[in-house]
């Protein structure tokens, strides 16, 4: 139980270091290109993890269900979220995602008929005034930053996967989908990436190096920890190590000369509150639609 626990919190905190190493990358390199690398690295990880265990990859028979998922889930979240990284902070970004339950559950609701409970609800305008607060700023003179924006659309754009996935998903192997999904992923980003170009110069190795993590540690290994997780403890009890994510990327912003503002904390307040709240009150949840 232990060692379980400790692999959903590891797949969370590795999550959380996307954001902090995403700036490395996005400073020398176009998002396309920064998005193909990642992926494209992570599908091949995933491919020779699907090969040791034994699990076959149904490319043929599932590829517009991968396509699809992989267009937005791959392709159209990891274009905003490394756009949305070029001009906002790592924490900004964090807590922007750090709400993307609560937007998968709206999203839920509105396309799939599935009921959100009383408590989820009342979570939702909590979730997005702590939002709201992150990325404008409170006060006088309020503005929305263009990459808070598409941090906001990286965020919807993971909430309609999720959705999309409940209806798409192939009845596969959690590692067989997951490389079929990166694969499908990959091959956009890497056609987006062909008509940008390559770059002007090659990535520095710290860009590289943070590329490299964010592909093996960040999307394979984090996968793979968190779906043994949440074999082992169930959905419910896994999702509450999602309140990592920012807490993680918090600290390590802070061990970089980075430390939270006030408005960020308090914004990060109210959104782990909200994420946090149909967890405690599991009574309230809604019955199966």
């Given at each position: 139980?232990?060692?379980?626990?400790?692999?959903a919190?590891?797949a969370?905190?590795?999550?959380?270091?996307?954001?902090?190493l995403?700036?490395?990358?996005?400073?020398?390199m176009?998002?396309?290109?920064?998005?193909?690398?990642?992926?494209?690295?992570?599908?091949?990880?995933?491919?020779?993890?699907?090969?040791?265990?034994?699990?076959?990859v149904?490319l043929?028979?599932?590829?517009?269900?991968?396509?699809?998922?992989?267009?937005?889930?791959?392709?159209?979240?990891?274009?905003l979220f490394?756009?949305g990284?070029?001009?906002?902070?790592?924490?900004?970004?964090?807590l922007?995602?750090?709400?993307n339950?609560?937007v998968?559950?709206?999203?839920?609701a509105?396309?799939?008929?599935?009921?959100?409970?009383r408590v989820?609800?009342a979570?939702?305008?909590?979730?997005?005034?702590?939002?709201?607060?992150v990325?404008?700023?409170g006060?006088?003179?309020?503005?929305l930053?263009?990459?808070?924006a598409?941090m906001i659309?990286?965020?919807?754009?993971?909430?309609?996967?999720?959705?999309l996935?409940?209806?798409?998903?192939?009845?596969?192997?959690?590692i067989?989908?997951?490389?079929?999904i990166?694969?499908?992923?990959?091959?956009?980003?890497?056609?987006?990436?062909?008509a940008?170009?390559?770059?002007s110069?090659m990535?520095?190795?710290?860009?590289?190096a943070?590329?490299?993590?964010?592909?093996?540690?960040?999307?394979?290994v984090?996968?793979?920890?968190?779906?043994?997780?949440?074999s082992?403890?169930?959905?419910?009890?896994?999702?509450?190590?999602?309140?990592?994510?920012?807490?993680?990327?918090?600290?390590i912003?802070a061990?970089g000369?980075?430390?939270?503002?006030?408005?960020?904390?308090?914004?990060?307040?109210?959104?782990?509150a909200?994420?946090?709240?149909?967890?405690?009150?599991p009574?309230?949840r809604?019955?199966?639609?």
């Amino acid at each position: 139980m232990r060692s379980t626990m400790l692999m959903a919190a590891l797949a969370a905190i590795l999550w959380g270091a996307n954001f902090n190493l995403s700036q490395l990358v996005v400073h020398e390199m176009h998002p396309l290109l920064a998005g193909a690398g990642r992926f494209v690295l992570a599908a091949l990880v995933m491919w020779a993890v699907a090969a040791a265990w034994r699990h076959k990859v149904p490319l043929a028979r599932h590829w517009r269900a991968y396509f699809l998922l992989g267009l937005v889930g791959v392709g159209g979240f990891n274009l905003l979220f490394f756009m949305g990284m070029a001009s906002t902070s790592a924490v900004n970004g964090a807590l922007i995602m750090a709400s993307n339950p609560l937007v998968t559950a709206l999203l839920a609701a509105l396309f799939l008929g599935e009921k959100p409970g009383r408590v989820q609800l009342a979570a939702m305008p909590v979730a997005l005034a702590g939002v709201g607060v992150v990325v404008l700023g409170g006060g006088a003179g309020l503005h929305l930053a263009l990459g808070d924006a598409a941090m906001i659309g990286a965020n919807l754009a993971w909430a309609l996967y999720n959705v999309l996935a409940r209806r798409l998903m192939p009845a596969e192997s959690g590692i067989a989908n997951t490389a079929g999904i990166m694969t499908m992923g990959a091959l956009v980003m890497a056609l987006g990436g062909l008509a940008v170009g390559g770059p002007s110069q090659m990535p520095s190795s710290p860009a590289l190096a943070a590329l490299a993590f964010m592909a093996v540690g960040g999307s394979a290994v984090a996968y793979l920890l968190w779906n043994a997780g949440i074999s082992r403890l169930g959905a419910a009890r896994t999702s509450v190590f999602l309140n990592l994510v920012p807490v993680s990327t918090m600290t390590i912003a802070a061990l970089g000369g980075q430390p939270p503002s006030v408005l960020q904390l308090a914004g990060g307040v109210l959104v782990l509150a909200a994420i946090s709240a149909p967890l405690w009150w599991p009574k309230l949840r809604p019955a199966t639609a």
